[in-house]
């Protein structure tokens, strides 16, 4: 599907895992109540193994272009994301954008890896422009529930409360248990011409 890629993204974690990501109809979304549209084919892998590469698929649902949809999309997917802080931090985040008028301002895709349970979603709001601060509440809830000690959540939550809050990755992984992932800070760069 090399062709049908817009942009290609590597990603190396050092010498033991390497990703490669082909970002695909971001441009060209599918409508419908049911229609999905693949955004991103990903495979990762550990070079120095004989393990298959692990294939994940990222697609962005039409039902979830808006903070109504997407809170569907994530009842439908984890029935059960009332016992999920993944989800309980999702639903805080869109709950966020509405109430500061940046309903409009997120990316909502959903991931499914070849031969695994994994399902899980991805929010991506650095359109909102908000930052880490604004959702201390909902990350310290969800530090408690996973257990994370006290003193290391408000060690975290100091040194990134003034940077951008980007996406979070939530759901279950591949081994069928809750996760979440916070992304922030990223900053754009100009390069040199």
Known sequence: ????A???????EGPDRVKIYLELGRAHPKDGAEARTLIHLAAK????SDEAPAVSRYFNPAM??????????LGTLFANGAGMPSVALARAILMKLVRTGAQDCFFFMEVEDEGAPRLSFDLNIYPAELAVADFEGAIRALLAAYHVPVPASEALLAASRAHAFGHVSGGLGRRGVDFTTIYYGMRPHRGRA
């Open 1 to 4: 599907m090399l062709d049908q």
């Open 6 to 12: 817009e942009f290609v993204h590597f990603g190396f």
């Open 45 to 48: 892998w550990r070079p120095n």
């Open 64 to 73: 979830a272009r808006t903070v109504s949809g997407a809170e569907h999309r």
